[in-house]
Each structure stands twice: as C-alpha cells, then as structure tokens.
C-alpha cells in the first residue's frame, strides 16, 4: 500500500424511492399529503448537502432510486435536477439500479449530466475516479437488468490487484434477510472473495454494518423512511479515507419527517383531563426525538385505569386523535399521531383483591406480609413455584435474596398482578 495516497471523502446512499407514496396518509390531510409528497426529493437533496458540505469527491447511490412500476417523469426529472446540483460542485456521481428500478424499467429520455455515470447490467464495470490528475479510487458496479433478479451478482465482482481503494457498488440481499425480497442474493463470503476495501451497498432499509473491518461493508439505509415499518432516522453514509488507506464512517440523517412507535402507560390516570396532558406531555417529547422535523406516529396506551372502558369507544380515541392533530400540519415540526391504539385493562382494587382467596390474592397477601417483615422470602416463593410454569424460572427466582426479592416487589407488584391477573380480565 502506498504512502502518497490522497486522503479523499465520499458519500454513500441507497434506496432513495424518489416520489414513492405514503399509503393511506394522503386522504387523512391534504397539507399533510403535500409535506411528505416532496419528502423523498427533499431528503435526496440533503445527501447531496452532505457531500457538498464535508467537500467530498463522489457520490454513491446502491438502487432503488425510484419505483419504476410507477413510472414516475417527476421523479426522473427531480433526480436528474440534484445531480445537476452536485455536477455544479464538482462532485461526481454513480449509481447502479436495483429491484425497484432495473435497467429495463420505462424512463424518459432526460440526459444526465456528464458527471454521473450510472452502471449497466450487462457485466460488472470498472470506473476510475480521478482528481487532480490522480486516480483516488476504483468504483466496481453493476445494476440489474430486470425486476425480481436472482442472479448473484455479487459472485462476479473481482478487484484487480493494481488498485488502490476498491468499492463495490451493487443492491443486493447478503445472508438473505428475511425482512427484504431475496433478490440479487449472496453471501459475506462472495464479499470477501471480491477483495474490495468498501462495499456500498443498497436494499435493505435499516442502516447495517455487515462488516466494520476490510472489506467494510454497509447498508446505509434508506435516505427517507415511507411507512411506520421504517422508524427511527433515515439518512446517508460520509466515508473518509485516509492517507494511511484506513476508513472512517459517519453516518449523516437526511430525513425530513421520522416514524415513532411509542407508548404510554396510564396507570392512576383518572380523568380525560389528565390523560390529555399525559398525551399532550408525549407528543412534545416526540417532537424533542425528532429533533426540529416532522414526525408522524403510532401510540399504543396500556395500563390499569378506571378509563378502560371509556378508551374502548371509538368515537372517544377519534376525538383524542383530533384534538392531538389540530393544527400540527401548519408547523414545520409537525408530531401528528396516525393512529392510538388501546390495550388497557381495568382499574383493580388491590386491598379487596388481596382479600379473595386465589392464588392471586395469596400472591398480594405474600408479598404484603413479606414487606411488613412479618414471613420471609420463601412465604412468596412459595405463591410463585406454585405455578405449572414455575419449573423454568425456579432455580432463577431460588437465587434471589430476601432483600433483592422485596426491591422486586415493591418495584413490580403491579406488573406481577396483572401477570396473575391476564386470565380474568374480559377484553
């Protein structure tokens, strides 16, 4: 490995699904639907920020750029417009297409700039990538030609000894993730065989280090989650190279609305009252998570309540979800709820409770005794290895302590009732 190499710096993407639609939130409100509709181009846009930003020499995009079943113009357009954006900067661009977009989808015949080179799916290409008159690195890819490949693509990629830094460029299913179509499948060790120092990936949508030593090999996931599957931040991978030929990632979020799945436990909440403010308290701090962007998410409430059979109306968790929605499609940082889902039991009485004679009450009585210090700990042994599941946590529960067992209890008697309680509850 040479000494004299140029440190250089270039950012990796995938899955940018330009103009893909968000179901079922486009009927719910109309300002809404326009906010996400420019979603996927605004976030591709702040990739291509990324690059300008920490000056990177290129770009890398690993499929799916749009859904070509779809055959979305605006989205060509759109995309070739940011490519242009970057080619003003001087930052090259390459891409390969992937199961969403292959290279035998419709597209309309809009010239890219001379700057991006998109990649065949005839055989796997070879393309320098030279600045200032050196040559920093060698991008190998290839796309694929049709939807629902299962060629192994990656089987065909072999680094040729003369290069510096080698990347491989291809969407591909490694160790057939069960979360994403196994199309273009392969394995770590085709990766390995390839003998790249960087494989920039692309399909699976969760961002994922198969590898964090040579070859470094990364899923950056999407750029712009589409759905409440897709939560948590979107975005791209910066790259750094060094002189020394090590590399370093940084991941950059690129989103411009996140997906939440949260909960709220209502347990001793009494009135509607109080449980709006519970809600109201939620949504600012899913406001705070998603750090000055829009967000959209789903709440499930649980807990024991004297609400529980008010919350079962329909029309009560309509109106709970108007009252959190009004207003939030006109603020940049909207946190709208697209759903409350409840699952919460009765309210319990625990002194009459603790009073029935059942294993439930003998429970109650138990670990009652047990904190006042008038039985020991085997009195609440005793209660819990009475039941037919004992034997697999039994040499688990023998091991506690008296003390450890009562700092238990006294932290879970609740979720232990309603444990014991499950059967008797009538949904």
């Keep these: 490995m040479m000494s004299s190499r140029v440190p250089f710096a270039f950012v990796h993407c995938a899955d940018l699904h330009l103009d893909s639609p968000f179901e079922g939130l486009f009927s719910k409100n109309e300002r809404l639907a326009s906010l996400l509709r420019e979603a996927t181009f605004q976030a591709f846009d702040n990739v291509i ?8 020499a290129f770009v890398l995009i690993s499929g799916d750029i749009y859904d070509g079943a779809d055959n979305s113009l605006r989205a060509q357009i759109r995309y070739t417009d940011t490519l242009a954006r970057a080619a003003r900067h001087n930052i090259r661009c390459f891409a390969v297409h992937g199961n969403h977009d292959p290279v035998k989808a419709w597209r309309a015949n809009i010239a890219m700039p001379p700057s991006v080179h998109v990649f065949g799916a005839e055989k ?15 991008i190998y890819g290839i796309s694929h030609a049709e939807y629902r490949l299962k060629q192994n693509l990656a ?17 591909c ?12 499948p392969c394995t770590m060790a085709d990766l390995y065989d390839a003998n790249m120092d960087y494989w920039a990936l692309g399909h699976i949508h969760s961002r994922t280090i198969l590898s964090d030593k040579a070859p470094l090999s990364v899923y950056p996931g999407n750029t712009q989650g589409r759905s409440i ?17 090590s590399t370093d990632l940084e ?5 411009v609305l996140r997906w939440f799945r949260d909960d709220l436990t209502i347990s001793e909440t009494e009135t ?11 949504q600012q701090d899913l406001r705070v998570q998603a750090k000055q962007r829009g967000s959209i998410s789903r709440l499930t409430i649980t807990g024991r309540s004297s609400l529980h059979e008010m919350l079962r109306q329909n029309d009560i968790v309509r109106d709970l979800l108007a009252d959190l929605n009004e207003g939030e499609e006109r603020r940049s940082d909207f946190a709208w709820f697209d759903s409350i889902a409840i699952k919460t039991r009765p309210a ?25 210090g008038t039985q020991t700990a085997e009195s609440v042994w005793e209660v819990l290895l009475s039941r037919p599941e004992s034997n697999k946590i039994k040499q688990v529960i023998m091991g506690f302590s008296e003390q450890e067992l009562l700092d238990l209890l006294d932290a879970a008697e609740i979720s232990g009732l309603d444990l014991l309680l499950a059967g008797e509850d009538v949904e």
Aim: charged share 35%; proline share 2%; net charge negative.
């Design 49 to 56: 920020s990324v690059a300008i930003e920490n000056n990177a």
């Design 124 to 138: 796997v290409e070879r393309i320098p990538v030279v600045y200032e008159g050196r040559v920093l690195a060698h």
């Design 155 to 171: 089987a065909k990629f072999r680094r040729q000894q003369a290069d510096e830094y080698a990347i491989g460029l291809l969407h």
């Design 173 to 184: 299913n490694v160790g057939a993730c069960v979360d994403h179509d196994d199309y273009a």
């Design 229 to 245: 599957k897709e939560t948590g931040e979107k975005g791209c991978c910066l790259v750094r190279v060094q002189a020394d030929g």
């Design 251 to 255: 991941f950059h979020a690129t989103d």
């Design 272 to 282: 509607i009252d109080s449980l709006r403010k519970k809600l109201f308290a939620k």
């Design 348 to 372: 319990v009485d625990i002194d009459k409770r603790r009073e029935v004679p059942d294993l439930v009450g003998d429970y109650l009585r138990a670990a009652d005794a047990l904190r006042q």
